[in-house]
């Protein structure tokens, strides 16, 4: 389990981030989509798009001096942000579609979609075993809430889930 957390790790730092950083200007700048809903949820914001990819590529850097690979690790931790990232974003445009509120609750794509397309983005620079994707499909979900319950409670989510 441990192998995979490594893996993942700048997926979870910029998946978490925005929570705590982000904030100002939305992303779709309060556009909304051909059915008069928005684009993406109003938390969806420039500033916690860019802090999660710098913290996270920052993550992968981290992980490079720790092994002594300063040329794999951070641009896979650059890559494994920016899927998290863009699969947020798809998560949220997603649920806006379905007519879920910002915040409201999607099983499944709230917590994994960000990890389905960081995987995908890793690829070219390191493909996880069958074993590691399983582990990771199988912890993120009790993480997502464990971490979500920890930002409830610090104020820094209006909901537990």
């Known amino acids: ?32 989509f051909m059915n008069g809903r928005p684009i993406f949820g109003a938390g969806k914001t420039i500033r916690g798009f860019l802090t999660g990819l710098i913290t996270g590529s920052l993550a ?22 920016l899927g998290a990232l863009l699969g ?8 806006r579609r379905a007519g879920i509120r910002q915040g409201g609750a999607a099983p499944g794509l709230d917590q994994l979609g960000f990890l389905v397309v960081a995987l995908l983005l890793a690829l070219p620079i390191m493909t996880p075993s069958w074993e590691m994707v399983l582990v990771l499909v199988l912890i993120t979900p009790p993480i997502h809430f464990v971490t979500n319950l920890g930002g409830y409670a610090l104020g820094l989510k209006s909901r537990f889930y």
């Open 1 to 32: 389990m441990g192998e995979s957390v490594w893996f993942i790790l700048p997926a979870y730092v910029a998946n978490a981030t925005p929570v705590v950083l982000g904030g100002g200007a939305r992303i779709n700048g309060g556009k909304h």
């Open 60 to 81: 992968g850097v981290l992980q490079g001096f720790i092994v002594g690979d300063l040329c794999t690790y951070p641009m896979l931790g650059f890559l494994l942000a």
């Open 88 to 95: 947020d974003l798809a998560g949220s445009f997603i649920k």
